[in-house]
């Protein structure tokens, strides 16, 4: 299983064989950390140029919508908050905007590539998208589901991609279910 949370940023973990990918330095599952844009020229909170969460986060999908913004002059409910927020983005998206709609298709492509390219290493039996963005729901998951076929190995195509179900409640599930597995 992969999975990713968008939320401030881009978390992730990797799951074969039922074990959690760690890694030889700890770092399994940095998918918010994969390279996807290598023409980027601001720097990620890692200190690296062109990584997932500058794009896929809450604050990427914001910093998209802005440059989107910047580049058009075209009319849209994005121009009405002065302080645009991912929600904005995703309320208006949902509605049939159609800068929202162009700012998470450049998302959508982003994140259901870099899917693609984690899945071609993993072959994973589902992909779970959980996090503060993910309430955005099933027209988030069909934008990423889109792209994640147009990119993904033949074999890897019909992988579902699935809202996680435990929300914010997810890490005390995991954390109980680490300490049972041990006794």
């Known amino acids: 299983v992969i999975l990713v949370t968008l939320g401030t940023g881009v978390g992730g973990g990797i799951i074969v064989d039922g074990k959690i990918v760690g890694g030889a330095h700890g770092a399994g599952g940095e998918i918010g950390h994969a390279a996807v844009n290598h023409e980027e020229k601001e720097a990620c909170n890692c200190g690296n140029c062109g990584c997932l969460e500058q794009y896929a986060s809450a604050t990427g999908i914001v910093r998209v919508a802005q440059r989107t913004l910047a580049a058009t002059d075209e009319q849209t409910v994005l121009r009405k908050f002065t302080k645009l927020s991912a929600k904005n983005v995703l309320d208006a998206f949902k509605e049939g905007d159609k800068v929202a709609c162009d700012v998470m298709a450049q998302v959508g492509e982003m994140l259901g590539g870099t899917l693609a390219m984690f899945a071609c290493v993993t072959d ?17 998951i069909d934008c990423i589901q889109k792209y994640y076929e147009k990119y993904a190995f033949t074999a890897c195509k019909k992988t579902p991609i699935i809202l996680a179900t435990l929300g914010n409640d997810a890490g005390i599930y995991g954390s109980a279910r680490m300490v049972i597995k041990e006794v």
């Open 124 to 140: 994973p039996e589902a992909i779970v998208i959980g996090g503060g963005v993910s309430k955005a729901g099933q027209p988030l």
